[in-house]
């Protein structure tokens, strides 16, 4: 048997480069992947191919395909805590059928990345969801998966891995940058990933997702004013109370529910959508009460998504 030479040393290359040949634990989901691949890849060749009721269209006199098309593209991203142990224990999970959950990618407390998924396909990660009019985010988004168990802090390498991945999706498809959004964000009622210590903040500064300006808390929050309790003989001196709280000087017609609706959030159960707001862009005292400064950022953030 002759061998191709070059053929044989591109193959022990990807070897080295990629897997390093040790034996995939995979291999039989894998084939289960191709295979349903395979049956989309069919689907995609039946022409013309009838949406559902469209036999009882008025049809025209031929089929004509058009010459000028792509697939289809994402354009946001939707990032997710794990809430499992390890990314093995995730990697079983979303090969199991049965749990009917999967992401396009998930990356490891390792920074290893693992891509599950062509991201022209659609994998099943935002569940009953909603962002301003987008009802169907599994449709729209590519979905990240950071193994975390919850409740943790993510590592350094993960979030190295993270922003290179987001990189490689912002330029690849032009994903506008409010577009960077959390499971918490489009899911208020059900979900709170990624959690309180993910680093929104420094994934804004990357050009993945909004955050609120430098300055904005000074700018608007003042201490509220002193009471003067005064005696009305005249006699007694005031008494004069400074309160411990600020009051900030946003304009008074402001509507928190309104501008939480503009950015994106679901607020048909307002307290969910407050606590998603203040997991995301506040990050302490995760609760339901917009305080002042809470008012302060989501009127700045409201802005920027006008
Ligand atoms: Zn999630």
Aim: aromatic share 10%; net charge neutral.
């Amino acid at each position: 048997m002759k061998y191709n030479a070059s053929a044989l040393l591109s193959v022990l290359l990807a070897c080295a480069t990629l897997t390093a040949c040790t034996p995939n634990p995979y291999a039989s989901t894998n084939k289960a992947h191709h295979k349903q691949v395979k049956a989309f890849a069919k689907q995609l060749r039946v022409t013309p191919a009838l949406t559902p009721g469209e036999e009882q269209l008025k049809q025209g006199d031929y089929w004509v395909g058009t010459t000028n098309f792509s697939m289809r593209r994402p354009n946001f991203v939707v990032i997710h805590h794990t809430a499992q142990n390890s990314t093995e224990q995730t990697l079983n999970t979303f090969t199991q059928p049965s749990t009917q959950v999967s992401a396009h990618y998930v990356i490891g407390r390792d920074g290893k990345v693992y891509h599950m998924l062509n991201d022209n396909l659609r994998a099943w990660h935002g569940g009953a969801a909603r962002w301003g009019n987008d009802t169907d985010l599994n449709s729209s988004s590519i979905g990240i998966e950071l193994d975390n168990n919850g409740a943790e802090p993510f590592s350094e390498a993960q979030t190295a891995s993270l922003l290179q991945v987001l990189d490689m999706l912002k330029k690849t498809y032009n994903i506008p940058t409010a577009n960077f959004i959390g499971h918490s964000d489009i899911a208020p009622t059900r979900k709170n990933d990624p959690n309180h210590t993910f680093p929104w903040k420094k994934l804004a500064e990357h050009g993945y997702g909004l955050w609120y300006d430098e300055g904005i808390l000074e700018k608007y929050l003042q201490p509220a004013a002193p009471i003067v309790i005064s005696d009305s003989t005249g006699t007694a001196p005031a008494i004069i109370l400074q309160p411990q709280d600020t009051v900030s000087t946003i304009p008074f017609i402001f509507n928190p529910k309104e501008a939480l609706r503009i950015i994106g959030f679901d607020t048909r159960d307002l307290p969910a959508a407050i606590r998603a707001f203040k997991l995301h862009f506040v990050q302490d005292e995760v609760n339901d009460v917009l305080t002042e400064k809470d008012k302060v950022i989501l009127y700045n953030l409201y802005q920027k998504y006008m």
